[in-house]
């Protein structure tokens, strides 16, 4: 399993069932639902790496991910009871989270949302502070009354937090201290260790840092009369709560870029009448490129071939040799591995081009065939010229990440955008995602890209769609330019929005991209490919499947009679045995039957069932 350094998980808890406020957690306050303060404020801490939300409510489960967090599972009953104890479910939580995706964590950060006023500079200072103090197995957030001090609540004594009144006959008088706290539920922040070690009883097994807040912004909700006092600090200026500022935009912007919770749930996009995003088929894009050699009726031919192979779209690339690189620019050394070095990358573009009017006649083919036309332009005027074909997307290559002009200039024709991010940092990959929001667009799918033709699977790094997907909170995909099928069918495993992969009519033809790319044969196997990765991900609950019956009546054991057993005997423990098949009592309830009287006679290997047994 991997460490991730220095790596915090928040937890949020809550609980469907809530008797002194039934729904506070989806219940408005100020505004948002109140779970949806803890989810923005922990995206507006650098601090955190991930946002989970523990929960037993779909209900509360569907506004979580609406806001950004991530449910990956749901909390199972045995730990959603009105007794169940805090320490339990949060190491149910970092358990799950650590097995489902490899990682270890180095802290937990407990977000109740019941505690909703708090600020971004709590988590950044206990987190610091912890840090600094590495024999403290956490931190925890505290405030001293301003009158009618607590008789029995935490001090501190020689830096660590101790009972006033503790267990095992440790006394500490209250005129020994200079201040009682009373702990509160606006932060806990521990050692992930720590949690993985502990069975409850925190308090009496480690040492902890006390982290103080003002009283006044300590609220807890717990019922109607804390629900409108925690109001009355926010509506009345008291207490400004920052992320109320982006919540107009799903809380977007309420985040530092970088990171944040896994796997944010984000809006999708629409491309022609496909819904592009989480949720919703991969859209596979036959990449057609410049493998028609400048030859418009080869370039119909590709067109045929993504239609047979049920791809969603078929792209091109719209440029003139002149607007994209200077008569002296060199080849890049896969293009001269390809195609010698005599010619300049000038001149091996310029056979390659297609005449302007070639792009209206793919289009009009395109939506005769009844798939997507999409096109890539290089420059300003090539997407002027795509622009009133009514194409339904543009595709952005790697190399225009960083002209942030250029960018803006698609963005500003309102139609939505597919970023390649080949050869670039998340850092400039925000940039562009910026200057395409700037300008007022914001439906955008950013693609996952190696610029190596061919890229080796060694280099894929798959797991950076998941870092852009926490960053941007846009779809996420992957343009794929290594050979085979294998490493596209992973990435959509891994969630993959949009797959974008090279095709050639023959692997054999001149040109630097047929090498990469596949022949129509394996198109088509790489679209059944993906529609079957896309039923096999299912729904992610752990269940047995109807198919499964049969063999569970085969393969699983039963309770049986060990030999043949009279009416009216009382079972012992010789009398029964753990046998197949699995249509009795399950081998669980062996315990259960011994001491139990036979209601008839039973043979010798009979499952038991319940009706046999007094």
């Known amino acids: 399993m991997k460490d991730v350094g220095g790596s915090v998980l928040a937890v949020i808890p809550a609980r469907g069932g809530s008797k002194g406020l039934p729904g506070k957690n989806i219940r408005p306050f100020v505004g948002l639902p109140l779970i949806a303060h803890s989810i923005l404020y922990a995206r507006m801490c650098p601090e ?64 109740d949302p019941t505690a909703p006023v708090r600020l971004p500079e709590d988590v950044a200072g206990a987190y610091e502070r912890l840090r600094a103090v590495p024999s403290a197995d956490g931190i925890v957030g505290v405030s001293q009354p301003e009158s009618n001090p607590i008789w029995h609540g935490v001090v501190e004594r020689d830096g660590w937090m101790t009972d006033l009144i503790a267990g095992g006959g440790d006394y500490v008088r209250r005129q020994d201290v200079p201040a009682v706290y009373r702990i509160n539920a606006s932060l806990y922040l521990w050692r992930a260790k720590f949690v993985r070690t502990q069975v409850d009883g925190w308090r009496r097994h480690g040492r902890f840092l006390l982290y103080e807040t003002p009283e006044f912004r300590a609220v807890h909700i717990d019922d109607l009369h804390s629900f409108e006092r925690a109001e009355l600090l926010v509506t009345s200026g008291l207490v400004s709560l920052p992320w109320l500022a982006h919540a107009g935009d799903g809380g977007r912007r309420a985040r530092p870029p970088g990171r944040r919770s896994e796997e944010a749930r984000t809006r999708p996009v629409r491309i022609a009448d496909r819904m592009v995003g989480p949720g919703h088929p991969c859209f596979v894009i036959a990449e057609a490129g410049v493998n028609h050699n400048g030859d418009a009726d080869r370039a119909r031919q590709l067109a045929d071939v993504a239609v047979e192979s049920r791809a969603d779209a078929v792209k091109y690339q719209t440029f003139t040799a002149e607007r994209l690189v200077t008569p002296t620019a060199p080849k890049a050394r896969y293009q001269r591995e390809l195609t010698g070095g005599d010619e300049s990358q000038f001149e091996m573009l310029r056979r390659l081009e297609l005449p302007a009017a070639a792009f209206r006649t793919l289009k009009e083919h395109c939506d005769r065939r009844g798939i997507v036309f999409l096109s890539t332009p290089f420059d300003e005027e090539s997407a002027d010229l795509l622009a009133p074909l009514d ?54 799918v950013v693609l996952h890209c190696v610029s190596d033709y061919p890229a080796q699977p060694a280099d894929a790094n798959l797991r950076a769609m998941r870092a852009l997907a926490e960053a941007l909170d846009v779809p996420v995909g992957f343009s794929d330019h290594t050979l085979g099928l294998e490493v596209a069918l992973a990435a959509v495993a891994l969630g993959a929005c949009v797959l974008e992969k090279h095709f050639t009519l023959d692997r054999t033809l001149p040109g630097p991209d047929h090498r990469a790319s596949l022949e129509p044969e394996e198109l088509a196997a790489l679209v059944r490919g993906v529609r079957t990765v896309e039923t096999a991900l299912g729904h992610g609950r752990k269940e047995p499947t109807a198919r499964e019956a049969d063999t569970a009546a085969v393969a699983r054991k039963s309770v049986v009679a060990a030999c043949d057993i009279a009416a009216g005997t009382a079972l012992t423990d010789d009398l029964v045995a753990i046998r197949r098949p699995g249509t009795g009592l399950p081998p669980r309830m062996r315990p259960l039957v011994l001491g139990r009287k036979a209601m008839r006679d039973i043979a010798a290997g009979t499952p038991l069932t319940e009706e046999m047994l007094s």
Do not use: C, Q
């Open 391 to 444: 194409v339904a997307a543009f595709k952005i290559p790697s190399g225009e990440i960083t002209n942030l002009a250029f960018l803006a200039h698609v963005a500003r024709k309102r139609k939505p955008m597919i970023v390649s991010t080949g050869m670039s940092t998340l850092a400039e990959v925000e940039e562009a995602v910026r200057a395409i929001t700037d300008a007022g667009n914001r439906e955008i």
């Open 48 to 111: 955190i790496d991930r946002v989970v939300v523990s929960t037993d409510s779909g209900e509360i489960a569907t506004v979580a991910r609406a806001y950004g967090a991530e449910v990956p599972f749901m909390r199972p009953s045995a730990l959603a009871a009105d007794d169940t104890a805090m320490w339990p479910v949060l190491r149910h939580a970092l358990d799950g989270v650590e097995r489902h995706n490899g990682v270890r964590y180095d802290y937990l950060l407990l977000l």
